[in-house]
């Protein structure tokens, strides 16, 4: 076996390198002493963590599907054009992945909710949106998008312009490019972008308990289940949690793609 | 398809206008950012001017009020890397071209075939970009661009990321493959412009500073870049199984190059000022080529001499200036060995 020698990196920086390993590692490592093995089997299996499961897998799957609906396009233009207001929208868009989820959820019922900018039409066409399944996947969606729509524009710039020039070139049509050529190649960015979509929408919490409440099989996914547990059962709390990781960790480990994110 | 070019980009400070007529090739000469990409930008439609006109067989492509987006021009673009789409097979890359322009997928697999056998890289054709050589990879662009149909091919230096080793092959398959084709390629190389353009346009400073028939320009060079480009002794003549004839009945022994001459078909030979040896009288008795000529200038070259005799040049120590004695008007003769000459196949249209 030979091994590429790393030139320039000092020995002592794997020090904090591995402490920050552990500081990761160990809390997760921590919660697993504290669970008790016999009752597991029958607290992961009880009707209210089956539904709540069910309700993030579900919910989680929408909004990623929501989100490469609208974040493929934005991604797109955000890496295409240019000029001020481009710069502009892109701050923007990141804004969900610095905000408090909290004040997203209330940014979301602001907008969607029945007092809400937006409440009035909406109730006029007979839909309501707040504390319902479809607002658990707009609050996910609202967090995840810039996960996607970051990691795609990174992988288009990366890619460039120029196969979309040889394409055009060849007679395709800028709809043709897109989907033949420019996606195609950056196959690992938007995978990657929908992987870590997917996991930030199955975390998700503060927006969701703010826009859409903890309504038994219709609002409260996983993170919301374990959060009501915590106090009242903390073992089942802690059953629930090492279930989230379980599915995080097979979510980042086996659909990422080789050598991306 | 004939074209008509008229391009003013203020910012880069371009202004060029040539045509180029039907079947033809062109070769855009000129130093870097002389407007050669600039103008080959505006062809392909990747660059709007702030003036002029693109007009390919009567259509207006870009124009004041006009333009026609890269799609839709049927202008392929030939790049310095071959840029083969990396997730689709060899087969698949050449079909894209058909495909794009509505061919249905069985005709444009079958053409795409069909071109790949012209370029002779049909054993390629389930391979994957990245499991070819640099100039296997030019080969299957070559036939990807041709497979689009173009009416108006654009080479931007195609040969110039290729190995020394696998360049002449290339360009042999570009002489064959452009003979019937509008073409316009920018090129650095003297041997591209030699071998695959009917016509010349050097470029400079943003102007057209010479045009003209290949041989012509690169034999009689009026501009400085041009003479400088050549940098080459060139005559011109019919191929002889050893060598060139010359229109006067003198022929030039030489090795044949890459593409070999056929004899009895226009050829020129090709050397370089530092192969010629200048005497006072021809050597008898000698294998080697003498050439009798008239000096009509000298012009320093460094701590040598540039001997020039109408389109031929010697370069000579200056201590061979003083013993031969040479000055405009003495008749002296220019020997060259045959193993210094090669001989090539002259472009495709005489003109």
């Known amino acids: 076996m030979s091994h590429t020698r790393h030139v320039g990196l000092p020995r002592w920086l794997f020090v904090p390198a591995l402490l920050a390993g552990a500081f990761v590692v160990l809390p997760v490592v921590a919660m697993t002493t504290r669970i008790a093995w016999a009752d597991f089997p029958s607290l992961v299996t009880s009707e209210a963590a089956r539904s709540a499961l069910l309700l993030s897998l579900k919910t989680s799957t929408a909004s990623t599907v929501l989100c490469l609906l609208l974040g493929i396009p934005l991604a797109s233009v955000l890496a295409r054009s240019e000029g001020r207001w481009i710069g502009v929208l892109r701050s923007l868009v990141l804004l969900p992945l610095v905000l408090p989820p909290v004040v997203g959820g209330i940014a979301l019922l602001s907008a969607f909710g029945r007092q809400g900018l937006l409440g009035g039409e909406l109730e006029a066409l007979g839909i309501r949106i707040a504390f319902t399944s479809v607002a658990v996947v707009l609050a996910q969606t609202f967090v995840s998008l810039p996960f996607l729509v970051v990691s795609l524009e990174g992988a288009l710039r990366t890619a460039g312009e120029r196969y979309d020039v040889v394409a055009a070139s060849l007679g395709a049509r800028p709809t043709t490019v897109l989907r033949r050529v420019t996606l195609p190649l950056v196959l690992p960015g938007l995978a990657s972008g929908a992987v870590l979509a997917f996991a930030r929408s199955l975390g998700e919490f503060g927006a969701t308990i703010t826009f859409a409440g903890s309504l038994e099989g219709t609002t409260r996914t996983l993170p919301l289940l374990i959060y009501n547990l915590r106090v009242t059962d903390a073992d089942a709390a802690v059953a629930m949690s090492l279930v989230l990781v379980v599915v995080a960790v097979l979510v980042i480990g086996l659909v990422r793609p080789k050598g991306s994110l | ?351």
């Open chain 2, 1 to 351: 398809m004939s074209a008509r070019v008229e391009v003013v980009v203020a910012e880069r400070g371009v202004d060029v206008a040539f045509d180029v007529a039907e079947g033809e090739t062109v070769a855009l000469l000129g130093p870097n950012g002389a407007g050669k990409s600039t103008t080959l930008a505006v062809l392909g439609g990747l660059l709007r001017p702030d003036g002029g006109h693109v007009v390919l067989d009567g259509e207006e492509l870009t124009g004041p009020a006009r333009w026609v987006a890269p799609h839709a021009r049927r202008t392929a673009l030939l790049a310095q890397d071959p840029l083969l789409f990396p997730h689709l097979s060899v087969l698949e890359n050449v079909a894209f071209g058909p495909r794009s322009t509505g061919a249905g997928r069985r005709a444009a697999r079958e053409s795409a075939a069909r071109w790949l056998a012209e370029v002779d890289a049909a054993d390629l054709a389930e391979r994957r970009p990245a499991q070819l050589s640099g100039g296997q990879a030019q080969r299957v662009a070559v036939a990807r661009a041709l497979a689009a149909e173009p009416r108006l091919l654009l080479l931007d230096e195609p040969m110039a990321a290729l190995d020394v080793a696998v360049a002449p092959a290339l360009r042999t398959l570009l002489r064959r493959v452009l003979a019937e084709r509008t073409t316009v390629v920018v090129t650095h190389h003297v041997l591209d412009a030699l071998l695959l353009a009917d016509r010349v346009v050097v470029l400079d400073g943003g102007r057209v500073v010479e045009q003209g028939a290949t041989a012509d320009v690169l034999s009689r060079p009026r501009s400085a870049f041009a003479a400088r480009f050549a940098g080459l002794n060139l005559v011109a003549g019919t191929a002889t199984p050893d060598g060139v004839r010359r229109p006067d009945g003198l022929l030039l022994h030489g090795t044949p190059g890459d593409p070999p001459p056929v004899a009895g078909s226009p050829a020129v030979a090709v050397f370089r000022p530092s192969a010629v040896a200048v005497h006072a009288k021809p050597p008898g008795g000698s294998p080697r080529n003498a050439l009798p000529v008239v000096v009509s200038e000298l012009e320093p070259l460094g701590d040598l001499v540039r001997v020039r005799a109408g389109e031929l040049a010697a370069d000579v120590t200056i201590a061979s200036v003083a013993e031969l004695g040479l000055a405009p008007g003495v008749a002296v003769t220019f020997v060259v060995k045959a193993t210094e000459v090669d001989v090539y196949a002259r472009g495709f249209h005489d003109r």
